[in-house]
């Protein structure tokens, strides 16, 4: 072969390659999408996740929780085949209507076919309601049915380190090898106490589970055994101090990077919230997690009758924006780097902006004359989200700080109604929403298709 042949063949063998890497980066000549509806039941809404993901790793099933008209009446989490729109109960709670134990907010596992975590109120046999305060982590494998308490729960003094006094949701898995679960936190030792003397002392945090270090607890129907040991990641009061950075609520968290971000030469473990603060102002914030959390700090890990519990030792926590306005649920890339939030823009819209993790100036990405009106969710390439305004659907590329915001109409046509809880497949080829008809939540996906 000469080498004009050698040279002509080496580039086209490497423009194929290229095309290949960047298909899911840059929209293909002749892409459609086109939406599909999966579940009909009428009786129930199917609710997907807004938070970690509803795709099992292959991309076949979607899961999803089956509620009446809240998480008390809700009792069967649900796989629904994408492809055959063949339907399989995975979790039954046979739950008494509006007693409990409610069960909702599913996802899988990261990379994985199998395990699901979801909202578990009290089991039935406890004779126990559900209550914000009064629920855990339910790990189920999706073919042996087998249930799994991931966090443990002890309201009976003397509390135990490693186990909750409330009840934790909107539970997602991740960090190294699958084994940590980040969720929210609302605690009931302290909200009784409030009650008792007239105050509002439910005040949500944020939380990771570790698995494998299993905490057992005291019997007594209000407590229950967890495979994991768990703690709070933030320092919440009822009473903020003016002008501090002090927090009254954390929540809309995410996992930082799927391993983490990078801090001084290594990645380092950490979750994105939304914290408010005693002006109402809410802003995003990080809190580093350390590889060992059962090393308490300056406050007792599970906290004391009159206090909430502390985060363990060497939790670092910063404010990364000044705005006042972010709402909804952070999102990251999956390297770590960017942050993605809601926040208002200067005629009171929601809009998206991004920030670099380890701080920066707030990036505006849309500026829709009705701003956006879902969750964003990250393309598998990692390049770009799909949001929601109005009924339209939309795709928004990262920009840099200064230049021009980058938005495509992402599917033809207005869809049937306001979409929600959207979610990529794995491989970036299909969609996953919620949306309403006749008043029911139903899951449809938008299938990717080249021409």
């Known amino acids: 072969m000469t080498s004009g042949c050698f040279i002509k063949l080496f580039t086209k063998l490497f423009t194929v390659a290229l095309i290949a890497v960047y298909a899911d980066i840059i929209p293909a000549h002749g892409e459609s999408w086109s939406l599909r509806q999966l579940t009909t039941d009428t009786t129930a809404n199917h609710g997907i996740t807004i938070a970690g993901t509803p795709f099992s790793a292959d991309g076949q099933w979607i899961c999803y929780d089956s509620a009446k008209a809240s998480i008390r009446d809700a009792s069967l989490i649900k796989l629904v085949n994408v492809a055959a729109g063949m339907q399989v109960t995975v979790y039954d709670a046979k739950s008494v209507p509006g007693a409990g134990p409610g069960v909702a907010a599913v996802r899988y596992f990261p990379g994985e076919d199998r395990r699901v975590i979801f909202i578990h109120g009290p089991v039935k046999s406890t004779g126990l309601t559900y209550e914000r305060w009064r629920r855990f982590g339910a790990i189920v494998d999706t073919r042996t049915h087998a249930l799994t308490h991931a966090d443990a729960r002890d309201v009976t003094p003397p509390f135990t380190p490693g186990a909750l006094r409330g009840g934790t949701h909107v539970h997602v898995p991740g960090g190294p090898s699958n084994q940590w679960i980040g969720f929210t936190y609302d605690d009931a030792v302290m909200t009784a106490e409030g009650e008792s003397i007239g105050k509002n002392w439910d005040v949500r945090t944020v939380g990771v589970t570790r698995l494998g270090i299993p905490v057992h607890v005291d019997a007594d129907a209000e407590n229950w055994d967890g ?36 801090k001084e030469g290594k990645l380092q473990m950490a979750r994105a919230f939304v914290g408010t603060l005693s002006d109402g102002a809410r802003d995003v914030f990080v809190v580093d997690i350390p590889d060992d959390i059962t090393d308490a700090g300056a406050a007792p890990l599970e906290g004391t009758k009159h206090t909430y519990p502390a985060p363990p030792k060497g939790t670092t926590l910063r404010r990364l924006t000044r705005v006042g306005t972010v709402s909804g649920d952070v999102r990251s890339k999956a390297d770590g780097t960017l942050l993605v939030f809601h926040a208002k823009d200067s005629t009171a819209k929601e809009q998206l902006f991004s920030m670099p993790t380890t701080g920066g100036a707030a990036v505006p990405l849309t500026a ?33 700080a200064g230049d021009t915001p980058r938005v495509e109409s992402f599917y033809d046509g207005p869809l049937p109604g306001p979409p929600m809880n959207l979610s990529f497949s794995p491989d970036g080829s299909r969609l996953a929403m919620n949306l309403a008809v006749n008043g029911v939540q139903q899951v449809f996906v938008l299938e990717r298709s080249v021409d």
């Open 227 to 262: 495979a994991g040991f768990s703690v709070v990641l933030a320092q919440v009061t009822p009473d903020p101090r003016p002008g501090t950075d002090d927090l009254r609520r954390a929540e809309g968290d995410c996992w930082v990077g799927r391993e983490g971000y990078e």
């Open 368 to 400: 829709f004359a009705d701003g956006v009106n879902s969750d964003a969710c990250f393309h598998s390439s990692d390049q770009w989200l799909a949001v929601a305004s109005g009924n339209r659907l939309y795709r928004v590329y990262l920009v840099k």
